[in-house]
């Protein structure tokens, strides 16, 4: 990202009275952390923020309800029709804003900040970085560059978008980068301790059931592509546990555990019967590309899509692409 384009984001930000932030559907920490964060941010300098999600059925993922600024959050019913300045936060493209879509068409200004090497510029500008470890890296950067402090609570939200698309400082985008913005984030009196609580032990005595029916049921195939393996939740399951769709968070990260695949994937039924697919990889394969053959998207070691058919024929699909 330019430094004139930053100045030129400073520019539309500075001379905006009103702001709508958005963040792609089904929101992950780093999207809803980073939306919160710049929110918080420009609210505090005196703008009218609102901030959402195109999501059918609208509801915060139990798991993300601990961010400070839960209250720019507003339905996307009541998102405004024609922003006069709009900002989208780790949205690769137009559809992943789901029924926030249309609202780009109209805005004045359109500004999108985001990290997936796949984004398609759909904004009037763009500030992709996808050797950033997260969007919340563009984020940071962006109240800096206005100015703004950042407060705890701003911290707060953006670290736990960096902690969430790392994998706790895991994964290869775990950075110098990465690690002097965790630096200034704790700084600011950020509890890494307890976000990581609120994060990934705060799951209802359910998911234990869940993720015993999923282990029990993953399936090696070693000689597909460097190694799949692969597991499914159905409705059903999650019924029986009291479990939400929102709440199967983290069972991919057991699953692709075993060392013989290089390819993980997890189908998971949601509220209307469509497989979620989540896949990741050990870097044999770029799943992104998998995922976008299939109509989805995502990172080379972390991606999605979403099928409206069987397991097993979902699977086929996958199979066929490794
Ligand atoms: P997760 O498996 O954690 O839900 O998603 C991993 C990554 O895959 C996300 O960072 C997101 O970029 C991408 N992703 C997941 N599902 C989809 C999808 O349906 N479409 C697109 N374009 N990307 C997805
Ligand atoms: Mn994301
Ligand atoms: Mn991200």
């Known amino acids: ?26 929101p ?7 939306t919160l964060a710049v929110g918080l941010a420009l609210r505090a300098a005196g703008k009218r923020v609102v901030a959402s999600f195109g999501d059918r059925r609208f509801s915060v993922p139990r798991l ?10 507003v339905d996307p019913a009541r998102y405004p029709a024609a922003p006069e300045v709009m900002i989208t936060f780790d949205v690769p493209s137009v559809e992943r804003l789901g029924t926030l879509a249309a609202g780009t068409a109209r805005a004045g200004r359109l500004i999108v900040l985001d990290h997936h090497p796949s984004n398609t510029g759909f904004g009037t500008l763009n500030l992709v970085d996808p050797g950033a470890a997260a969007t919340a890296m563009l984020a940071e950067e962006l109240i800096h560059r206005l100015g703004l402090p950042l407060s705890r609570d701003i911290a707060t939200c953006l670290y736990v978008g960096l902690v969430t698309d790392t994998g706790s400082f895991r994964h290869s985008s775990t950075t110098p980068e990465a690690h002097a913005m965790a630096a200034r984030l704790l700084a600011t009196g950020v509890d890494p301790e307890r976000i990581a609580r609120e ?18 049921r993953a399936r090696l195939e070693p000689e597909v592509g460097g190694g799949l393996v692969w597991t499914f939740v159905t409705r059903a399951d ?7 769709y929102d709440e199967l968070e983290g069972i991919i990260d057991v699953v692709r555990r075993t060392d013989a695949a290089d390819v993980s994937a997890i189908l998971k039924e949601d509220d209307d ?20 053959a299939l109509g989805g998207g995502g990172h080379a070691k972390a ?20």
Do not use: M, N
């Open 1 to 26: 990202v330019s430094g004139r384009d930053w100045d030129r984001a400073v520019e539309i930000v500075s001379s905006a009275d009103e702001i709508a932030l958005a963040c792609h559907i089904s």
């Open 28 to 34: 992950d920490g780093d999207a809803l952390g980073s």
């Open 64 to 73: 993300l309800r601990f961010l400070p600024g839960q209250d720019l959050l």
């Open 199 to 216: 994060v990934w032990d705060r799951s209802p005595f359910g998911y234990l059931g869940v993720l015993g029916l999923a282990l029990e």
């Open 238 to 244: 999650r019924e029986a546990h009291g479990l939400s």
């Open 273 to 292: 019967g469509a497989w979620q697919v989540s896949t990741r990889s050990k870097g044999g394969v770029d799943v992104s590309r998998v995922c976008a």
């Open 303 to 322: 991606a999605g899509f979403t099928s409206h058919l069987p397991v097993e024929e979902t699977i086929a699909g996958l199979r066929a692409q490794l």
